[in-house]
């Protein structure tokens, strides 16, 4: 059953009215209280109905949310718990809410790169405890892909604030290619992961076109002053990236018709799970295999994508792209011949 947060606020405070035994509460002073608590909470100045306070009761007396509250009217007027040692906040958790619970604790354990969840590890640890104690130890049934070995993921939420905040960041990057290291000023536009590496799209100061760089690659980051920012006027990232596999591209960077034959085998993995999201099938054989076509941009991504089917997949065109991955094949193949 779905909850809202202002049910659940009302709920409490009509809780923490009833656990009060010196004091005897009317149904007109929990109204009152809980329509001063929902405008110090939340701002809410028109109050609450009699007939939503009593409908909050009688859902609390039931079992639709696991409360079972032992609600009882004394003198046909005064409302109180049976039980002086009751509170909602005592009800153990139904055996859907520990499932749903553990779930979302496995899936927060894997957002490691926000500080936000960094900051909130002692809070996993201690729901974690506490789910242990309600139910019996069981193996997780989330296991998401991660990489505990991988760099850059402390510089993600630097990162992320400066795009926020539009805060230019003073760089210092190493790439693969370089041997010393390099420093400038960037204006930072988009974080973007891939295959659980992390990007950051970004504009060089001195620079007139995006730049894509790893944040496995970054060495230091400095914020520099605010003033200096300059907004990213391009066209919004969703379509810019629309006819991409991963993050190589440039701005002049357009979409080619792409032709793949696939064989029999991998066909339903292909149909099932498209390359990308332009893909069509053209064609399907009489002996299983199919004809597709994607419509992306031809990047490293792109072939190690094709290559990573092996001799699966055949490039039909364009031509530029079948050169390039002969000739990568065959660079492959006499690497096992010398041997």
């Known amino acids: ?131 242990s104690k309600q139910e019996d130890i069981s193996p997780s049934c989330i296991q998401m892909e991660s990489n505990k070995l991988l760099k850059g993921l402390n510089w993600i939420t630097p990162i992320h604030k400066a795009i926020r905040e539009q805060i230019p960041l003073l760089i210092t990057y190493k790439s693969f290619k370089s041997k010393t290291e390099q420093e400038a000023v960037y204006f930072a536009y988009l974080l973007k992961e891939y295959r659980n590496r992390w990007f950051v799209i970004c504009k060089p100061k001195k620079g007139k076109t995006l730049v894509t760089l790893a944040l496995d690659r970054i060495v230091d980051i400095d914020e520099m002053a605010k003033a200096g920012y300059v907004p990213y006027e391009g066209i919004d990232f969703e379509r810019y990236y629309a006819d991409t596999i991963g993050v190589t591209k440039s701005e002049k960077d357009r979409g080619h018709r792409v032709i793949l034959q696939v064989e029999s085998y991998n066909a339903p993995y292909v149909i099932t799970k498209p390359i990308h999201s332009s893909q069509q099938i053209l064609k399907t054989e009489e002996d299983g295999s199919i004809l597709i076509r994607l419509d992306v941009v031809l990047n490293f991504e792109l072939e190690r994508e094709i290559l990573g089917f092996g001799e699966c997949i055949k490039v039909l065109a364009p031509k530029i792209l079948r050169d390039r991955i002969k000739r990568r094949s065959y660079t492959m193949l006499q690497q096992y011949l010398v041997e």
């Not at 499932?99 to 500080?115: E, P, T």
């Open 1 to 131: 059953m779905s909850i809202n947060k202002l049910a659940l606020i009302r709920y409490k405070i009509i809780d923490n009215c009833l656990r009060q035994t010196h004091r005897k509460w009317t149904l007109e002073d929990l109204i009152e209280r809980v329509s001063e608590g929902l405008y110090e909470l939340e701002g809410i100045h028109n109050g609450v109905s009699t007939r939503t306070i009593q409908g909050d009761i009688q859902l609390m007396r039931s079992n639709k949310l696991g409360y079972n509250a032992p609600i009882v009217v004394i003198k046909r007027k005064f409302y109180t718990y049976g039980d002086p040692n009751y509170s909602i906040s005592n009800t153990p958790f139904s055996d859907s809410d520990l499932s749903k619970m553990r779930d979302a604790v496995d899936i927060l354990k894997h957002l490691n790169g926000f500080a936000y969840f960094e900051e909130m590890s002692d809070i996993i640890a201690r729901l974690e405890n506490n789910l």
